[in-house]
């Protein structure tokens, strides 16, 4: 079946024909195609047509598909038995890795997603604080849980309002502009004794990618430690993609709990949060605080994981990131040379080119985009084999796989897109 008839037969079985909103590919005007397999910065549909991946799964393929070290670990733990229900090994090596490169995280908790690690990260702040409200930025998405799904980014953004979400339960979402400072303040002027937490994407890649303003990260941590709230950085895209100590390593603030996700799981399902011996203790069956999970620390995962981690270990940060510059920099310029107004967000291994007359800071300028010029573009990409982001409101990521002829060729089909 190619990708149209198997869109057609989806739709009749999941809502929009797909598991997650966005690879519908609505915000682009155009339907989805069906995968087939996926190796190094490559990935080809049912009908065989290849394509250079800026996806990369929303992030967590660092390495590329299939990396051999990261498949050789998965398959080795298949092989022992694909989950116990009991501890086992590799959750112990993959948290004594991930606190080894991320020393803020002194115990952690693994989970399954994204979604359960901000949700848990939430719940045990109110409860170690014994507060209810907490502070999030418009735009920022950290996952689907009902207290988060309030102007929240990435496909949420795209959902007016929230049905099935109680107001009780968002009356304790405190939303602030990301990059605004003093709305932060003027809450906890406000409410201060009720705050628990402010919550964080440290570089925020859920409304493209926007970097925090010089002084921003560090004022919420000042603001957190005088109101007796905690920070919590959600590094579920940042974690391990930003620098091997994620974003607080790059920045060099400390958060008081990180949630992770993608990366860590090396393409399998796995959420993790953690942060001081002190908070984390609050947690069952040492403290009150409850989270558990079926599939948590899942052997699989955790092999697939601690491969991932080691590997980077031996990979050039430093080096991506000059590459993806380049390249970035190099496609603003070809828009720019079609008269596209554009302004380019990046960092490390992930871009947005904004199709946008201004710079891009908050949620606000993030939606002043052009997206039907966005649409323009990604089709004609996609059309000429390279896979992007079916949405202007999300990162562009690059993979330690990506070879110079990639960049060339997406470079090339960049130069061929018409407006
Ligand atoms: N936090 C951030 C910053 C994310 O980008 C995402 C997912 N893109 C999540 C949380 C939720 O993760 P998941 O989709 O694994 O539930």
Known sequence: MDSKALYAKAKTLMPGGVNSPLRACRYVNAEPIFIDRAKGARMWDVEGREYIDYVLSWGPMILGHQDPAVSDAAHRAVDKGSS??????????????????????????????????????????????????????????????????????????????????????VRHTLLAHYNDLEAVRAHFQASGQEIA??????????????????????????????????????????????????????FGITPDLTTLGKIIGGGFPVGCYGGRRGIMEHMAPVGGVFQAGTLSGNPVAMAAGLATLRRLGECDYAGLEARTRALAEELAAIMASKGQAVFLNTIASAFTLYFSQGPVTNMIESGKCDSAAYAAFWQQMLAQGVYLAPAGFECAFTSFAHTDEDFEKTLDAARKVLF
Request: glycine fraction near 12%.
């Open 84 to 169: 116990y229900g009991a501890p086992c090994l590799g959750e112990v090596e993959l948290a004594e890795e991930i606190s080894r490169l991320i020393p803020s995280m002194e115990m952690m908790r693994m989970v399954s997603s994204g979604t359960e690690a901000t949700m848990s990260a939430l719940r045990l702040a109110r409860g170690y604080t014994g507060r209810s409200k907490f502070v999030k930025f418009i735009g920022n998405y950290h996952g689907h849980a009902d207290s988060f799904l309030a102007a929240a980014g990435s496909a949420a953004a795209t959902v007016p309002g929230t049905p099935g979400v109680p107001e009780d339960i």
């Open 197 to 250: 937490c402010v919550i964080v994407e440290p570089a925020a890649g859920n409304m493209g990618l926007i970097l925090p303003a010089e002084g921003f990260l560090q004022g919420l941590r000042d603001l957190c430690d005088e109101h007796g709230a905690l920070l919590i950085f959600d590094e579920v895209i940042t974690g391990f993609r930003l620098a091997r100590g994620g974003a607080q390593e790059r």
